[in-house]
């Protein structure tokens, strides 16, 4: 099974799905649009979120960065001056550092990510999206920003006008990816930010196109109509669409699957249950429920 993933919803339900599924069955491919240089060393937030889950690393609580680490790093840098966008523990430091030292030898990021995989014990193919750089930048009543500026430096505040990905224009899948939709049948779309999570995933060229002779499945991010977590409501308004499962459904166009909370008012063709995944036991039950919608549509 090939999962298009983002950093927060989708590795929740990975949580689950990397207990049932053997390794050689689940390959993840993970938006890069957030990715961005941070105190000389390469961050991909997305992609480390994906693997700290399947190495069993991952906060979750924050479900972003390694559980227990300190930031010792960061807090003496604030003290010399530098003003860190993230609060980037030493443990997830040592992980950038290790990718940008490939990445600036030439390596490209999808065998930085093949590398680190490997020396995290990561057995599933984890690929990044694209070996271009794509950024997500959002126009904001304070101006025109990177998204994690606007979401970690502004917490998400100010007003969104508009969404746009910055070297779509010329980016294309990377190979890992491209070898992905030629082999897997079925491709699950994760519950994440439909528009800046898999948005850029989806805006790659051919990528819709090639999803159509695919059994597309959609796990909706939304419980109870509402994003879990996250800016997704603020985003979609801002793409023309209601903050509904009807406005994810369209933005993530064809679909042969859609999953939704039980609780939600959508009223197309849709399968509905409990998608809340605050516990690894609720992660392993939604898995297991996902599982067993596909098998028998």
């Not at 700290?52 to 010792?72: M, N, P, R, V």
């Not at 794509?134 to 917490?155: C, I, K, L």
């Not at 308004?237 to 609780?263: C, M, N, Q, W, Y």
């Not at 009223?267 to 690894?280: D, I, Q, V």
């Amino acid at each position: 099974m090939l999962v298009l993933s983002g950093g927060t919803g989708t590795p929740k339900l990975l949580r689950g799905l990397k207990e049932i599924l053997p390794a050689s069955d689940l390959t993840v491919v993970v938006n890069t649009a957030e990715d961005l240089w941070i105190s000389g060393n390469y961050i991909s937030p997305d992609i480390d979120s994906v693997l700290y889950t399947l190495a069993d690393l991952i906060d979750e609580k924050k479900w972003w960065g390694i559980k227990g680490d300190k930031t010792l790093t960061h807090d003496f840098l604030l003290t010399l001056g530098v003003d860190e966008k993230l609060n980037v523990g030493d443990k997830d430091r040592a992980v950038h550092i290790f990718r940008s030292n490939l990445l600036r030898r030439g390596v490209k990021l999808s065998l930085a990510t093949e590398a680190l995989a490997g020396a995290l014990g990561v057995e599933q193919k984890v690929v990044p999206m694209t070996d271009d750089i794509v950024s997500t930048v959002v126009a904001t009543s304070e101006g025109v920003m990177h998204f994690q500026d606007f979401w970690v430096s502004r917490h998400g505040e100010p007003d969104v006008r508009s969404v746009v990905f910055t070297g779509m224009e010329e980016a294309l899948p990377s190979q890992g990816f491209l070898a992905l939709l030629e082999k897997e049948d079925t491709v699950l779309i994760g519950p994440s930010n439909p528009v800046t999570s898999i948005g850029p995933i989806l805006a790659l060229p051919g990528v819709r196109e090639r999803l159509r002779d695919k059994k597309v499945v959609a796990v909706s991010p939304l419980v109870g109509n509402r994003p879990v977590s996250g800016p997704a409501a603020k985003l979609m308004e801002a793409r023309g669409v209601p903050a509904s499962d009807e406005g994810i459904a369209t933005l993530l166009g064809h679909i042969d699957l859609f999953v939704v909370d039980r609780k939600s008012d959508y009223r197309g063709e849709c399968k509905r249950m409990k998608t809340l995944m605050r516990t690894k036991n609720e992660s392993l039950a939604v898995a297991i429920g996902l599982l067993d919608m596909i098998e028998c549509s």
